[in-house]
T-cell receptor
Framework: GNSVTQMEGPVTLSEEAFLTINCTYT??????LFWYVQYPGEGLQLLLK?????DKGSNKGFEATYRKETTSFHLEKGSVQVSDSAVYFC??????????FGTGTSLTVIP | DAGVIQSPRHEVTEMGQEVTLRCKPI?????LFWYRQTMMRGLELLIY????????DSGMPEDRFSAKMPNASFSTLKIQPSEPRDSAVYFC?????????????FGQGTRLTVV
């Protein structure tokens, strides 16, 4: 079946620290992969995506590379800011099917 | 584009009352999803539609929940009768055709409190 597993939170980092949030997946077919971000009191917003193997999605300093050999799509940022504090969701979608979301990882960045 | 519009943003109701949540998807999107988010269970897919037809409602928790999409620009999620354990944030999302290549666009959510 289709599923996403992401690292448990919460994660607390100091400003300018390096961020990694791990995400692995299982999928029937050839999925597209996504990272969404949810700020307090808001809906989920797309952060970045990748639609085929070895693609790198990037946005706002965040990056993730679609690794088919390890079935992974880890989220990274070189230097986090207080404004990055949010909940991050990894997700996949297979053509013609629904979206599958991970459980979310809460990130808090302290000054 | 105004994005996905949900109403109301907040709803407080008494146990046993009927609750109706509303969603207007982005024009041209032919997939519509209803999700429920709680601290305990995270983000759960309740039901999704394609071209106004329900495709998968296996996530609907019980018969008290029902969803309709009478046309391409409107959907409702109804809970009758409501119970305190239904308290959650309910999100509607829509997606363009060629699902799988494009992302889902989420509304701001409806925070439901059943007392």
């Amino acid at each position: 079946g289709n599923s996403v597993t992401q690292m448990e939170g919460p994660v607390t980092l100091s400003e300018e620290a390096f961020l990694t949030i791990n995400c692995t997946y299982t999928a029937t077919g050839y999925p597209s992969l996504f990272w969404y971000v949810q700020y307090p009191g808001e809906g989920l917003q797309l952060l970045l995506k990748a639609t085929k193997a070895d693609d790198k999605g990037s946005n706002k300093g965040f990056e993730a590379t679609y690794r088919k050999e390890t079935t992974s799509f880890h989220l990274e940022k070189g230097s986090v800011q207080v404004s990055d504090s949010a909940v991050y969701f990894c997700a996949l979608s297979v053509r013609g099917n629904q979206f599958y979301f991970g459980t979310g990882t809460s990130l808090t960045v302290i000054p | 584009d105004a994005g996905v519009i949900q109403s109301p943003r907040h709803e407080v109701t008494e146990m046993g009352q009927e609750v109706t949540l509303r969603c207007k998807p982005i024009s041209g999107h032919d997939y519509l999803f209803w999700y429920r988010q709680t601290m305990m269970r995270g983000l759960e897919l309740l039901i999704y539609f394609n071209n106004n037809v329900p495709i998968d409602d296996s996530g609907m928790p019980e018969d008290r929940f029902s969803a309709k999409m009478p046309n391409a620009s409107f959907s409702t999620l109804k809970i009758q009768p409501s119970e305190p354990r239904d308290s959650a944030v309910y999100f509607c999302a829509s997606s363009p055709p060629r699902l799988g290549d494009t992302e889902a666009f989420f509304g701001q959510g409806t925070r439901l409190t059943v007392v």
